[in-house]
């Protein structure tokens, strides 16, 4: 039964690992990491930049609507055929769930996801026991490590909608044991100068940061620009960057872009960005530091070799190093 539903799972090429959740409480895996420090200066403003090489979009793509999980409705923006992936990327979806429809059972290993939530919430629910729900504006980091199994239903009646990145993780920390870090809205530093706000999932920027401890280096900034407002963001040279717009539109280095197109950004250490419309533009900017190692995926599983791959599946069919539960769990 379990490697019919990993075969049906492994068959959408890659893979929802649906909208994650999690609560605060004393039985709850929660961790809270240091304030995140690199060697990379980041800032943003109006400015004149303060980077030299301004980063071009070299590839603009549109995520299109596909069916996942049970019923539910995504826009994958990474993890599509026009962009397989983008190191240390995995997945991008911009996802939609509304009652009866979800992502119920499902195991993970070898990355992480991160669930931030734009409209209602979504309630997760996994194999240690672990149980809960983030709202709008919350954010959940997940480490899936040497394995997770766990469901991500929607918390309430109306529609529920967020993003769910796919971060991979290198081969010493692919069997790391499983943990969570959670920021609810109200924690998740924000700043705004000009016309441009931001709220800063991950890294620093405009003199803000987070405090998620980010295994592979990364950054996510949700960027909000007034009409007419200009942003210079600087972005760590030889860092993988993109851009996915959440609504309006925008000039970005010199390509316009609307709703729903992911951008790719080029070499360089910064992006310039205009709204020149009279409505709001929001989108996120993330970028993270490659791995440059071999990605071998099999649905939710993502090693850097097939026999890793093999050994995998034949875990989590036996219950066995990291999938011990899994057997035996079910959601509720």
Not at 27 to 33: G, I, V
Not at 54 to 79: F, T, Y
Not at 191 to 203: L, P, S, T
Not at 241 to 268: D, M, N, R, T
Request: aromatic residues 8%.
């Amino acid at each position: 039964m379990r490697l019919r539903a990993l075969a049906n799972f492994a068959n959408n090429s890659l893979l929802l690992t649906a909208k994650t959740t999690t609560n605060r409480s004393k039985n709850h895996l929660s961790f809270r990491a240091p304030f995140f420090i690199r060697n990379h200066t980041m800032s943003g403003s109006d400015q004149s930049p303060s980077f030299s090489t301004p980063r071009m979009v070299v590839k603009k793509v549109l995520a299109k609507s596909q069916s996942e999980g049970d019923g539910a409705v995504v826009r994958r923006a990474i993890g599509i055929s026009e962009l397989r992936n983008l190191d240390p990327f995995l997945m991008l979806d911009d996802f939609s769930v509304s009652p009866p429809a979800g992502f119920p059972d499902h195991p993970h290993r070898g990355f992480e996801t991160v669930t931030y939530v734009l409209r209602g919430g979504i309630t997760h629910q996994d194999f240690a026991g672990h149980k809960g729900t983030i709202g709008v504006g919350d954010v959940q980091w997940m480490t899936a490590g040497r394995g997770i199994v766990h469901s991500e239903m929607p918390a309430g009646a109306a529609r529920n909608n967020g993003l769910q990145l796919w971060i991979n993780l290198a081969r010493k920390d692919k069997m790391v044991e499983p943990r969570y870090q959670e920021l609810l809205s109200k924690e998740i530093k924000q700043a705004e100068k000009d016309g441009v706000q931001v709220r800063v999932i991950a890294g620093e920027t405009m003199g803000v940061s987070s405090p998620v401890y980010t295994r592979t280096p990364t950054f996510y900034f949700d960027f909000t620009l007034k009409p007419k407002a200009i942003l210079h963001q600087s972005i760590p040279e030889g860092w993988t960057s993109f851009v996915y717009i959440i609504e309006g539109e925008g000039v970005f280095g010199s390509a316009h872009a609307s709703a729903h197109h992911i951008l790719v950004l080029g070499p360089g250490d910064g992006i310039s960005v205009c709204n020149k419309s009279s409505e709001l533009l929001r989108f996120v900017l993330i970028g993270g530091q490659p791995i440059n190692e071999p990605v071998v995926q099999h649905g939710p599983f993502v090693m850097n070799t097939q026999a890793e791959i093999e050994q995998t599946i034949r875990d989590y069919h036996y219950g066995q190093n990291g999938f011990e539960s899994a057997k035996s769990w079910s959601s509720q």
